[in-house]
C-alpha cells in the first residue's frame, strides 16, 4: 500500500469535520457548595490540536469565568536544573475543589525534556491570588495504568492531598535496551511500565504557600499498583485500591487497603474483590461504599454492583440485588445519610438515593449520567441524552426541580438535528435481545435506505440512549443504523453479560444477525445494501461474520481481534482478559482459541472490507489487523489496510483530529462506493 497523507475521495469530509472539530464536550464537573459554583472541564478542538481548560459557573447569576488556560502563575516546583521555560504546556483538565473552596486541584499535562513525551502533573491553584503550584517531582506521572487522568482527593480540612503517582523512564537515548520481568510491562494509552507502580503519596498543603514537601508522606507499596486514595472523613485513616498479589499479572484481582497516617499502618481489608471503580466513606467512619464486582467473571467492571464493607467486622454486604450496572462515580460521597449514585439499567441511567435497604429513584430521563455530584442540597450532574450532548444540569433537593445550567452544544444540534431513535425486541434462548435504530432526520417511510449495522466494543460495552457521533455521521450521510446489544453487553444483568463467556462469535453471533434480519424486513429497508461496522470487539465480530455469511456487502473494520492465539501474547491484556473470555489458559486450549479466531474463517470471505487501526494500539495490536489483511490480499480479496500514526486503542477521542476526520471519512467513502 503506497503512504498517503490525504483522502482517496474526500467526500463528505466537510461534514465529518464539523462533527469532529465543532462538538464540544464537558467531561468533569466539581461542585463547589460555599460558592454555590460548578468548576468543569471545556474539551475542544482548536486547529489539529485537542485542548481542554477549566472553567467556573456561578449558579446564582450563570456568569461563567475561565480559571485555566494552559499558562502557569506563580510558583512550580521542579528539579533543581530544570527551569519554568524548560516545561511546555498543554491542557488542563479533572478539576477538584477543596472542601472549603479555596484552592482547586487539577490535572496540567506537560511536556518533558524527552521528545514528545508528556506527563499529567498535579497542580493546586490559590482562587485567592491564582497562584499555581505542581506538588510533585518532575519525573513523576499522575497518569496511572488505570485510567486516563489518575486519581486524587482532598481531606476534609483541605489541608491535605492524597494522589496516585508513578515514576516515569526519564531516558531520552534510545540506543538503552528495555528490560521485560513481568507480563504487564506496558499499557494501551500509558505506554511503557516497566517494573514502576503506582504509588501514593499525601502532601500537605499550606495556603498562599508551596507545597510542604517536607510533610510529604509516601504509602509503603507492597508489590501492586495502589489507587484512588479516599481520605476518612476524620481525616485519619486513607481508604484505597490495591491489586497487590502473586496473581496481579494474570487475574482480576483488587481490594481495599487502609492506611492509618498517624502510625504509617497498612492493612488488607478485603480479599474479595475482582474489580473496583469508587470508593466512600460513611459519613460516621465505619463503613465504606465501594462500586465494583466479586466476581471473576466481570472484572472488567461493566456490570459493577454497589458493596457495603462493615469496617469493625469487614462483613460485605452487596447492596445490588436488581443486578443494575452501577456506573462508577470519582465524586462518590454520602450526604444526608444518603448515598445518591447512579445505575444503568438495559441502557438508560437512572439517579437512585440509597439508605440502608431503601431505594428510591430520584431521576430518569432515557439518557446516560456521565458524572455525579452530590451535595447536601444539590445534585450536579453530565447528561448525554437524545437531544442533546453532555448538558451540565442541577437538581435542586428542596423542591425537587431540575435546571439545565450548560448546553454547550445547543446551536450545533439546532443547526444539525439528530438522529431519530426507536427499539425493538427479539427472544432468543431466553435472553431478550435489545437493539437501536437510528432513522435520519428527514426519515420518510417511504424511501429505502442502505443499512450499516454499528457493533460495540467489550464484549461487555453497550448501546445506550444517548447521542453517538458515529451513528449520526452515518444517518446524516443517508444510511439507517442498526445497534444492538448481543449477550454479553452490560446493563442486561450478570448471566446475559457472562453468556458469551468462552463463547465469541456464537451465541452473539445469532443475536446480531437475526435482529438484522428482522429489521431488513420493513419496506423501507433495501435488504442488498447493508454493511458492517465494529471497532475492537466489534471489530472481531465484523471480521467473524463476514467470513460465515456474504449476507453483508461491505465492512468497515476498526482495530479487531483476529486470532486469539497471537493476541493473548501481545496485547496488554492479553493474559489477564483473553483467558477469562476465551477458555483458560492458552497453551491449553489452543484449537478453542484457533476456533474462536475470525482468521481461521477468512478464507470463506468474499465481503469487501477495509481494516483501520492505530499502529500503537496495544490493547488490540496492529498486528492482528496485519494478519487479517495479508491473508484476505493473499487470497484476492477486496481489502485495504489504514495505519494510523501514533494511535493508540482510544484514537477516535484521543488522536488528532485530522485522523479521526480521516478515519470516519473513509468509513463512509467505502460504506458509498459498496452499498449506494
Known amino acids: 500500500m503506497n503512504k498517503s497523507s490525504t483522502i482517496d475521495n474526500i467526500k463528505h469530509s466537510k461534514l465529518i469535520e464539523n462533527y469532529i472539530k465543532n462538538l464540544t464536550s464537558i467531561s468533569w464537573i466539581s461542585y463547589d457548595e460555599n460558592s454555590d459554583a460548578i468548576y468543569y472541564q471545556l474539551n475542544s478542538v482548536i486547529g489539529n490540536k485537542r485542548?481542554?481548560?477549566?472553567?467556573?459557573?456561578?449558579?446564582?447569576?450563570?456568569?461563567?469565568?475561565?480559571?485555566?488556560?494552559?499558562?502557569?502563575?506563580?510558583?512550580?516546583?521542579?528539579?533543581?536544573?530544570?527551569?519554568?521555560?524548560?516545561?511546555?504546556?498543554?491542557?488542563?483538565?479533572?478539576?477538584?475543589?477543596?472542601?472549603?473552596?479555596?484552592?482547586?486541584?487539577?490535572?496540567?499535562?506537560?511536556?518533558?525534556?524527552?521528545?514528545?513525551?508528556?506527563?499529567?502533573?498535579?497542580?493546586?491553584?490559590d482562587l485567592s491570588n491564582g497562584n499555581e503550584t505542581m506538588i510533585h517531582a518532575n519525573y513523576q506521572t499522575i497518569l496511572s495504568a488505570y485510567d486516563s487522568t489518575g486519581s486524587f482527593n482532598w481531606n476534609s480540612d483541605s489541608s491535605h492531598i492524597a494522589y496516585t503517582y508513578r515514576e516515569i523512564d526519564e531516558r531520552d537515548d534510545t540506543s538503552e535496551p528495555y528490560i521485560v520481568n513481568r507480563?504487564?510491562?506496558?499499557?494501551?494509552?500509558?505506554?511503557?511500565?516497566?517494573?514502576?507502580?503506582?504509588?501514593?503519596?499525601?502532601?500537605?498543603?499550606?495556603?498562599?504557600?508551596?507545597?510542604?514537601?517536607?510533610?510529604?508522606?509516601?504509602?509503603?507499596?507492597?508489590?501492586?499498583?495502589?489507587?484512588?486514595?479516599?481520605?476518612?472523613?476524620?481525616?485519619?485513616?486513607?481508604?484505597?485500591?490495591?491489586?497487590?498479589g502473586d496473581t496481579r499479572d494474570t487475574h482480576w484481582r483488587e481490594d481495599i487497603h487502609i492506611y492509618d497516617i498517624e502510625s504509617?499502618?497498612?492493612?488488607?481489608?478485603?480479599?474479595?474483590?475482582?474489580?473496583?471503580?469508587?470508593?466512600?466513606?460513611?459519613?460516621?467512619?465505619?463503613?465504606?461504599?465501594?462500586?465494583?464486582?466479586?466476581?471473576?467473571?466481570?472484572?472488567?467492571?461493566?456490570?459493577?454492583?454497589?458493596?457495603?464493607?462493615?469496617?469493625?467486622?469487614?462483613?460485605?454486604?452487596n447492596i445490588n440485588t436488581e443486578e443494575f450496572a452501577y456506573n462508577p462515580q470519582p465524586n462518590l460521597k454520602m450526604?444526608?445519610?444518603?448515598?445518591?449514585?447512579?445505575?444503568?439499567?438495559?441502557?438508560?441511567?437512572?439517579?437512585?438515593?440509597?439508605?440502608?435497604?431503601?431505594?428510591?429513584?430520584?431521576?430518569?430521563?432515557?439518557?446516560?449520567?456521565?458524572?455525579?455530584?452530590?451535595?447536601?442540597?444539590k445534585t450536579v450532574f453530565i447528561e448525554n441524552n437524545r437531544n442533546m450532548q453532555e448538558v451540565v444540569k442541577v437538581l435542586n433537593k428542596q423542591n425537587n426541580e431540575i435546571h439545565d445550567i450548560l448546553i454547550p452544544n445547543s446551536k450545533f444540534y439546532k443547526e444539525n438535528p439528530p438522529s431519530k431513535m426507536n427499539k425493538f425486541?427479539?427472544?432468543?434462548?431466553?435472553?431478550?435481545?435489545?437493539?437501536?435504530?437510528?432513522?435520519?432526520?428527514?426519515?420518510?417511510?417511504?424511501?429505502?435506505?442502505?443499512?450499516?449495522?454499528?457493533?460495540?466494543?467489550?464484549?461487555?460495552?453497550?448501546?445506550?440512549?444517548?447521542?453517538?457521533?458515529?451513528?449520526?455521521?452515518?444517518?446524516?450521510?443517508?444510511?439507517?443504523?442498526?445497534?444492538?446489544?448481543?449477550?454479553?453487553?452490560?446493563?442486561?444483568?450478570s448471566d446475559f453479560g457472562k453468556a458469551v463467556l468462552n463463547d465469541w462469535g456464537g451465541e452473539d453471533y445469532y443475536d446480531i444477525?437475526?435482529?438484522?434480519?428482522?429489521?431488513?424486513?420493513?419496506?423501507?429497508?433495501?435488504?442488498?445494501?447493508?454493511?458492517?461496522?465494529?471497532?475492537?470487539?466489534?471489530?472481531?465480530?465484523?471480521?467473524?461474520?463476514?467470513?460465515?455469511?456474504?449476507?453483508?456487502?461491505?465492512?468497515?473494520?476498526?482495530?479487531?481481534?483476529?486470532?486469539?492465539?497471537?493476541?493473548?501474547?501481545?496485547?496488554?491484556?492479553?493474559?489477564?482478559?483473553?483467558?477469562?473470555?476465551?477458555?483458560?489458559?492458552?497453551?491449553d486450549n489452543v484449537e478453542k482459541y484457533q476456533f474462536n479466531s475470525p482468521l481461521t474463517y477468512a478464507k470463506n470471505v468474499t465481503t469487501p472490507s477495509i481494516i483501520l487501526v492505530g499502529?500503537?494500539?496495544?490493547?488490540?495490536?496492529?498486528?492482528q489487523?496485519?494478519?487479517?489483511?495479508v491473508t484476505l490480499k493473499r487470497m484476492g480479496n477486496d481489502v485495504q489496510l489504514v495505519r494510523y500514526p501514533g494511535g493508540n486503542h482510544g484514537m477516535l477521542s484521543g488522536s488528532a483530529p485530522n485522523l479521526v476526520i480521516d478515519f470516519w471519512t473513509r468509513a463512509v467513502n467505502f460504506f458509498d462506493k459498496n452499498l449506494q
Open 51 to 125: 485542548s481542554s481548560n477549566i472553567y467556573k459557573i456561578e449558579l446564582h447569576n450563570n456568569k461563567i469565568t475561565q480559571i485555566t488556560d494552559g499558562k502557569i502563575e506563580g510558583n512550580i516546583a521542579l528539579d533543581d536544573e530544570d527551569s519554568a521555560e524548560d516545561i511546555g504546556l498543554d491542557s488542563d483538565s479533572t478539576p477538584k475543589i477543596s472542601p472549603d473552596g479555596k484552592k482547586l486541584a487539577y490535572i496540567k499535562k506537560i511536556e518533558t525534556h524527552i521528545q514528545g513525551f508528556k506527563i499529567n502533573a498535579l497542580f493546586i491553584k
Open 183 to 244: 507480563i504487564r510491562y506496558r499499557q494501551d494509552v500509558v505506554g511503557w511500565l516497566g517494573d514502576e507502580l503506582n504509588k501514593i503519596a499525601i502532601s500537605c498543603i499550606e495556603e498562599n504557600k508551596k507545597c510542604c514537601k517536607v510533610k510529604l508522606t509516601e504509602i509503603p507499596n507492597i508489590g501492586g499498583d495502589d489507587t484512588h486514595p479516599v481520605f476518612s472523613n476524620d481525616g485519619k485513616t486513607l481508604a484505597f485500591i490495591s491489586d497487590e
Open 264 to 317: 504509617s499502618e497498612r492493612r488488607r481489608l478485603t480479599t474479595y474483590f475482582n474489580g473496583i471503580g469508587s470508593i466512600t466513606w460513611s459519613n460516621d467512619d465505619k463503613s465504606l461504599f465501594i462500586i465494583g464486582t466479586s466476581d471473576n467473571k466481570e472484572g472488567d467492571g461493566r456490570n459493577s454492583s454497589l458493596f457495603k464493607i462493615d469496617l469493625n467486622d469487614t462483613k460485605i454486604t
Open 335 to 377: 450526604t444526608n445519610d444518603n448515598l445518591r449514585v447512579s445505575y444503568t439499567d438495559k441502557g438508560i441511567s437512572k439517579i437512585v438515593d440509597i439508605n440502608g435497604e431503601n431505594k428510591s429513584i430520584v431521576y430518569e430521563n432515557n439518557s446516560k449520567i456521565l458524572q455525579l455530584c452530590d451535595s447536601t442540597n
Open 425 to 493: 425486541t427479539i427472544n432468543r434462548t431466553g435472553f431478550d435481545i435489545e437493539s437501536r435504530v437510528y432513522l435520519p432526520s428527514n426519515f420518510s417511510e417511504s424511501n429505502t435506505y442502505p443499512l450499516i449495522v454499528d457493533i460495540h466494543g467489550g464484549p461487555h460495552g453497550r448501546f445506550e440512549d444517548q447521542i453517538a457521533v458515529n451513528q449520526e455521521i452515518f444517518t446524516k450521510n443517508g444510511y439507517i443504523v442498526i445497534a444492538v446489544n448481543p449477550r454479553g453487553s452490560s446493563s442486561y444483568g
Open 513 to 587: 444477525i437475526e435482529s438484522v434480519n428482522k429489521l431488513s424486513k420493513e419496506k423501507y429497508i433495501d435488504s442488498n445494501k447493508i454493511g458492517l461496522y465494529g471497532y475492537s470487539y466489534g471489530g472481531f465480530m465484523s471480521s467473524w461474520i463476514i467470513g460465515h455469511t456474504n449476507q453483508f456487502k461491505a465492512a468497515v473494520i476498526g482495530a479487531p481481534c483476529i486470532n486469539l492465539n497471537s493476541m493473548s501474547g501481545t496485547s496488554d491484556i492479553g493474559i489477564k482478559f483473553g483467558e477469562e473470555q476465551w477458555g483458560g489458559l492458552r497453551h
Open 615 to 623: 499502529d500503537r494500539d496495544y490493547r488490540c495490536p496492529i498486528e
Open 625 to 629: 489487523a496485519e494478519q487479517y489483511f
